[in-house]
């Protein structure tokens, strides 16, 4: 198993340099420069050009790209246009908000429908089924503001259960402690449910059909001739075949609720890396954008190999080949 990861470790790289290319070279094509905003429009141009020439920007982009690289290496990301500091703590002060949010969804997600995908297969057209199904087909073509903004309306100003926005209470933050902790678990509840009931129903109709087809397989005959208990024909065979993909399409889902957190934290005004992404594409503050477009890339390809390891994990068979 060891090889077949350092052999997609090793694949990964060129990934990376060519997605780099790709975002570098967008940007490169923008109007504007990363001195765009910083200077006094009433300076002689003359002085501009001295400054973009000292800064590197009159280089060739081959030549900007490279020192752009090697600075990103090196942990340095660029200033920020927009708030006047580094990249990486303008990430990092909006980073954490972002994982607790995706980590809580993705937990949610997966907690409900890996059991309503397959009691669905399970009771394939009977009663359950087409509930959840329905439920399927409700949520599939809601989009994820719309169902955000019922879930405030119901549960955050009819209900009051939970916040309607924030990430934590500006009190219990200044506690500190269980206080803080057990605030942001409270406000992180409302979105990463709704992240959950979107994200969940593709994963719940591919999983029932899995179930189904797994469960009129010839082998799930033989084992229900042999005397087999039904119990142990689901958890020993349907469950372990139908879940395999699911385990390979695992990464495709943690990216796509991290980079789907854009919305979501949105809507519930949660200072996330998917709010700065919106508010640096319409400040045009690429270096932020650029850092990341790339953060998201690595979180998608290292998210796959994760799901990798995990069917070579559920399945012992991929793991000799």
Known sequence: MWKIVVRRLLILIPQLIALSLIVFFLAWLMPGDALRGLLDPSMPPGEMNRMREEAGLNDPWFVQYTRWVGNVLQGDLGRSLQHRVPVTRVIGDNMMNTVRLSIMTTVMLYAIALPLGLLAGRKHNKIPDKV??????????????????????????????????????VRAAFEGGWPEFWSR???????????????????????RNQVIDVQNSDYITTARAKGTPERRVYTHHVLRNALLPIAGGMGASIAAVVAGSLFIERTFTINGMGQLFFDSVLGRDWPVANALIMFYAVVGVVAGLLADITIMLVDPRIRIK
Do not use: C, E, K, R
């Open 132 to 169: 959840i199904m329905l439920y399927v087909f409700t949520f599939f073509s809601i989009p994820t503001i719309v169902l955000a903004l019922l879930m405030i309306f119901f549960f955050a100003f009819g209900l009051g259960w939970f916040p309607a926005m924030n990430a934590v209470d």
């Open 185 to 207: 678990i409270h406000h992180l509840i409302l979105p990463s449910m709704t992240g959950a009931i979107l994200g969940g129903t593709g994963i719940i109709y591919f999983l």
